[in-house]
């Protein structure tokens, strides 16, 4: 239950209809079962997986020029690619080289880069009535959005890979234009982000000790009768469509229809339009994708080395990254964007008592089998979804503690990776971030030898 407004956020993240959270989540959480090591490990879209897909794949532009059904099965086809990547540098022996060569400075200063990317992604739906589609409306009718937007994409060499400045900047736009703003989207916005990030002051002051994830389901629930009661008219999750009883996979001799729709593999690498993204590279495909599927690992690296530390399970990295490669391969063919390790889910899984990746089975069919249930948030206001993401980073981006310890050359390389990682984009600014810790760390080799 915890999970599922995450599930629903991070499909807005991803660009998607904010249903197909729901209906895709439980077959990659399923087949990742059967191949971790780590008992409390569970694997999902995260805030990282989802904004690094919408980057990769400039998701804004293809949204617009091709509408969310042709852009859902395109985030589809990538999720096969990432998970194919994951699995050959498996078998190359990264997920070993991934857990103990990245240089700290870059692996901080990207994960601050990702997180101040989640609020620059869900602030406009946070207080703009039809979030992302009202504030595209801004930057065709304002005319200072519109000619910083055009000084931007006309800057040297980096203003075709500046999508990040140009969302930051209609993000700063639109903080500095609250007349713009829906009141009854900012107020449910403000009042659930501050309520999450202060629910346990909150409820100690009425005697009640809150288990992990009980105040997102307060909000969720809070907000969807809100939004009913009153006939809230901004964004919402919407209708979940119903699958037919036809469809789904067969089980029992067709006794039992599991709610799951397996999409044409074909069709989605070569009808998606997903090689033509990358310039019609399947060179520039792998390259993008195989980074990708290591910064994603780089988080489940670092949930098992704390469960590691605080529980003494041992784990191996290849094993774990052939799991993110079944998962991501298993996501696409049933509709859904890459998945990477959850940091939230995977510590409720702990704090539950989980000994063995059997619950990680039990909540992917929870998720699968409950789906027609689901249509209780169909009414749950999407500026609730966004105070939820919010406030999960805002606290980390607010006061980078890891990115303001470091002193010298790795304070310079880890704000560096941050802020290509913001104004760039994820992947940029991780290989960047690499390329540039590794050059200076051997130019710093080579004077002290001379």
Known sequence: MTSVPQLIAYAELVGYASYRGLTTAGPSLAAFSFFTGVPFLNTGVTSLTAVMAKSDLGGDAFLAEQGEEAYAKLVAAYSLVVGLTSLLLALAGVGGIAQNLVPKPVQAGFKWGCAANVIVSAFPTGVLINGSSTLKGLAQSAGILRSTISIIKGIPVVGAMANGAVNVFKVLYTIVSPFEWYPLSAAIFFGSTYFVMNSKSIMAKVGITPSPGADVIFVTIYTTVLSIAFGYDGGVVGKIPSI??????????????????????????????????????????????????????????????????????????????????????????????PVGASLSRSLVARMTGTTSSLAALVTAACWMLLLP???VMSDTPKCALSAIIVSAVIRGVAKPKQLMAFQGIDFFIGWYTAMATLLLSPTVGFGTGAVLAVGIRLVTKKSKKD
Not at 307 to 318: I, L, Q, R, V
């Open 373 to 375: 249930f689901m249509s």
């Open 244 to 337: 037919d009883a036809d469809s789904g996979i067969s089980l029992f001799g067709g006794k039992f229809i599991l709610p799951v729709t397996p999409l044409n593999i074909k069709d989605l690498l070569f009808d998606s339009g997903l090689v033509e993204q990358f310039g019609g590279s399947w060179l520039s495909l792998l390259i993008t994708a195989s980074i990708n599927s290591v910064i994603s690992f780089l988080s489940t690296v670092g949930i098992c080395l704390t469960f590691e530390a605080e529980n003494g399970h041992a784990w191996s990295a290849t094993r774990e990254l052939n799991a993110q490669g079944v998962a991501c391969l298993v996501a696409g063919a049933t509709g859904s964007a």
